[in-house]
C-alpha cells in the first residue's frame, strides 16, 4: 500500500530526510517516531504528496506521489501537523468544501459529512467559525476531513495533539477501527499511542531510519525486559533478599518512585523465585510486576546514540 525507496529530502546542505525506504501492507498501523527535527513530518508530506523528493521515489496503492499524483492523492487522506484549515469557515462549511474538493455529490456526499460528524463527536461546533474553536475541536475537524472520502491510505501527523485523555481515547478507537482495512501511518512523540494504536513501529533520528520492529520487539532490546519491579514496605530487606536471588544480576531502588527493580541475568526468568522468596521470607510487598520492557528507555537509547554519532 506504501512503499519509499531511498526518499530524500534536501534543503541546501542540510538533509533532512536521507534515503528512507520501507514498504508498509494493508492493515497495519506503523508509527512513525523520532524527536523533534529528525524528519517525520517532512517524510510523511512527500509520501502525501505535499513535498516533491529532492531524490528517491514513493508509491501510494501502486500510483508514484510524484509522477501519478492525482491518484495517489485521490486514495489518501492527510492530516498535516498543526490541523491547517479556514478559519472563517464553521465545521459544517469546511466539511462540505472538502467533499466537494474530493468530488462526492449527491446521497454519498451526505452520507459522508453525516458519518464523519458523528465519529469525531462534531455536532455541538458545526455552526462556530473554526477559528473561535479549542485546539482538540480542530484537531478534531482536521481528521474528519481527512476521512471523510473513506481513504485506502491515512497519514495522520500528531493526530492526537492537544486532545484531553478522554478525547484521545476515543481517536485511538477511531484508528483501531479504522485499521482493519485501512493502512495507516501515525506520527507520535507520544510513546504509551505505539502501544495503543500501532502494529508496527519506525523510529528516526537525523533524517534516517535508526529501528524497524514491533512495539513488542523494541521492548525486548530495553534492560528492563523481563526484569521484576516491586514496592515494599521494607525496602532495604526487599533489596537484599532480591540480592539472593542466582539468577538476579542487579537490583535498583528508583530514586523517585522508590520501586525496587530486580534485573535478571541474560537469558534468565527471575519472577518466579522472587515471588516464592518473598513469600518464604515473609516480606510484605504491595505491588509485583514482570515488566515487558521500557520503551522510552529504548527511544532514547537509540536517538540519543544517534545524536552523538552526528556530533562526533
Known amino acids: 500500500m506504501i512503499e519509499t525507496r531511498q526518499?530524500?529530502?534536501?534543503?541546501?546542505d542540510l538533509t533532512a530526510v536521507d534515503g528512507i525506504s520501507f514498504t508498509l501492507e494493508p492493515g497495519r498501523v506503523?508509527?512513525?517516531l523520532g524527536p523533534n527535527g529528525a524528519g517525520k513530518s517532512t517524510t510523511m508530506k512527500m509520501i502525501a504528496g505535499f513535498l516533491a523528493p529532492t531524490s528517491g521515489t514513493a508509491s501510494v496503492c501502486g500510483h508514484d506521489v510524484v509522477d501519478d499524483a492525482i491518484a495517489a492523492k485521490r486514495v489518501i487522506g492527510y492530516l498535516p501537523e498543526g490541523a491547517p484549515s479556514y478559519g472563517e469557515m464553521t465545521p459544517r462549511q469546511f466539511l462540505g468544501f472538502v467533499a466537494d474538493v474530493r468530488g462526492l455529490t449527491g446521497a454519498r456526499r451526505t452520507q459522508r459529512i453525516d458519518d464523519v460528524i458523528e465519529r469525531l463527536h462534531l455536532n455541538g461546533v458545526l455552526e462556530q467559525p473554526i477559528e473561535t474553536l479549542?485546539?482538540?475541536f480542530k484537531r478534531r475537524v482536521g481528521l474528519a476531513q481527512a476521512i471523510i472520502h473513506d481513504p485506502q491510505v491515512l497519514i495522520l501527523d500528531e493526530p492526537t495533539d492537544?486532545?484531553?485523555p478522554n478525547q484521545k481515547h476515543e481517536v485511538r478507537a477511531l484508528i483501531n477501527a479504522m485499521a482493519k482495512d485501512k493502512t495507516i501511518v501515525v506520527s507520535t512523540h507520544i510513546l504509551e499511542e505505539v502501544h495503543?494504536?500501532?502494529s508496527r513501529a519506525i523510529i528516526i533520528a537525523n533524517g534516517k531510519i535508526l529501528a524497524d520492529a514491533t512495539p513488542a520487539e523494541l521492548e525486548a532490546r530495553s534492560r528492563y525486559h523481563m526484569a521484576v519491579s516491586l514496592t515494599a514496605a521494607n525496602m532495604s530487606a526487599a533489596k537484599e533478599a532480591l540480592s539472593r536471588v542466582a539468577?538476579?544480576?542487579a537490583v535498583e531502588i528508583d530514586p523517585q518512585d522508590h520501586r525496587i527493580?530486580?534485573?535478571p541475568k541474560p537469558g534468565k526468568e527471575i519472577f518466579a523465585p522472587i515471588s516464592e522468596l518473598?513469600?518464604?521470607q515473609g516480606i510484605a510487598v504491595s505491588e509485583l510486576q514482570l515488566e515487558s520492557g521500557r520503551l522510552d528507555e529504548v527511544f532514547r537509547t537509540i536517538t540519543q546514540g544517534s545524536a552523538q554519532e552526528a556530533r562526533a
Open 7 to 12: 526518499l530524500t529530502k534536501r534543503y541546501g
Open 30 to 32: 506503523l508509527g512513525f
Open 134 to 136: 479549542s485546539k482538540g
Open 162 to 164: 492537544g486532545l484531553d
Open 196 to 198: 495503543a494504536v500501532c
Open 247 to 249: 539468577d538476579v544480576a
Open 261 to 263: 527493580t530486580a534485573f
Open 278 to 280: 518473598l513469600k518464604t
